[in-house]
C-alpha cells in the first residue's frame, strides 16, 4: 500500500493554520524563533553530512552540504511547519552507504550519520543554555533591565526549547525520521523488511500523535524534561560563580 506524502503535508498545514488561529503564536514570538529555527536546521543537516563524510561517503561533499550556509539545508516548507506546528525538518542530506570505508557495516553507519542531527540540536541546546545564563548571571541589569537584553535572552530561550524539540522530534523511530534509521542497525533483516514494508503504517502512527493528544502526553514533556534538566545542569554550574 502506497501513502501520498500529500495527506501528510495537508494534516501539518491544519496543525498550523489551527496554531496560528488559536492565538498561541504572536507575531513577536515568531520572529524571535527564526534564528533559532534556522540554526537548529543548519546545523542537524551539516552533522548529517560532515558524520557522513568523516565515514568515507563523499555524496553531502558532492553535492555541496557540507557547509553550513543555510540556503543548503533548509526546506522552506519544513522550516514554516517547524516555526507554526512545531514539526519540522530541513532538505534531506543523501547519502551511499556503500561509499563508507570504515569497518563498519551499512547498516551501523546510516545509523551513525542519522544519529548524528539530533546529538547535534542536544549539544546546541547546551551551548546556547550555557549562553543564556552567561549573559544573566554576568550582565543581569543587561539581560533583565534593558529591553535589547530582554529580546536576546528570549532569542536563545527559544533556541534551546526549538534544538531540544528537533533532537527529541527526530529520534523517533518512524519514518522517515532520523529515529529509524538507527532502529534499523538493530532490525534483524526480516523485520527491517518488515518495517520497510509497512511505511504507510507508520505515517499514519506519525499523524495519529500529532492530531490527538499524544503528544502532548508524551513527547512535550519529554521535551521539557531534557530542556529542564540542562538548565538546571548549568545553572548549578553558574550558581558557583555567585
Not at 54 to 82: I, K
Not at 178 to 187: E, H, I, Q, R, Y
Not at 213 to 236: E, F, H, Q, R
Amino acid at each position: 500500500m502506497y501513502f501520498d506524502n500529500r495527506f501528510l503535508y495537508i494534516i501539518l498545514i491544519v496543525i498550523a493554520v489551527s496554531n496560528i488561529l488559536s492565538g498561541n503564536i504572536s507575531l513577536l514570538d515568531l520572529l524571535l524563533t527564526i534564528p533559532g529555527v534556522l540554526i537548529a536546521i543548519t546545523f542537524h543537516e551539516y552533522a548529517h553530512a560532515f558524520a557522513a563524510d568523516r565515514l568515507g561517503d563523499d555524496t553531502p561533499r558532492n553535492q555541496g552540504r557540507l557547509t553550513l550556509n543555510p540556503l543548503a539545508h533548509l526546506d522552506p516548507f519544513g522550516v514554516v511547519m517547524l516555526i507554526f506546528a512545531n514539526i519540522g525538518w530541513g532538505k534531506p542530506v543523501q547519502i551511499n552507504p556503500n561509499n563508507f570505508t570504515r569497518k563498519i557495516s551499512a547498516r551501523t553507519g546510516e545509523a551513525i550519520v542519522s544519529v548524528a542531527g539530533p546529538l547535534t540540536n542536544f549539544v546546541l541546546a547546551i551551548i546556547f543554555t550555557i549562553i543564556f545564563y552567561a549573559v544573566v548571571t554576568f550582565a543581569p541589569a543587561f539581560a533583565l533591565g534593558t529591553q535589547v537584553g530582554a529580546i536576546i535572552t528570549t532569542m536563545i530561550t527559544y533556541a534551546v526549547m526549538v534544538n531540544v524539540g528537533l533532537g527529541v522530534f527526530n529520534l523517533i523511530p518512524l519514518p522517515p525520521l532520523d529515529g529509524s534509521k538507527v532502529l534499523m542497525a538493530f532490525l534483524s533483516y526480516n523485520a527491517k523488511r518488515w518495517f520497510e514494508e509497512h511505511t504507510y503504517v507508520f505515517y499514519i502512527i506519525f499523524i495519529i500523535i500529532w492530531i490527538t493528544p499524544i503528544s502532548s502526553m508524551i513527547i512535550s514533556p519529554i521535551i521539557g524534561a531534557i530542556t529542564s534538566g540542562i538548565s538546571s545542569a548549568v545553572g548549578a554550574i553558574f550558581g558557583l560563580f555567585v
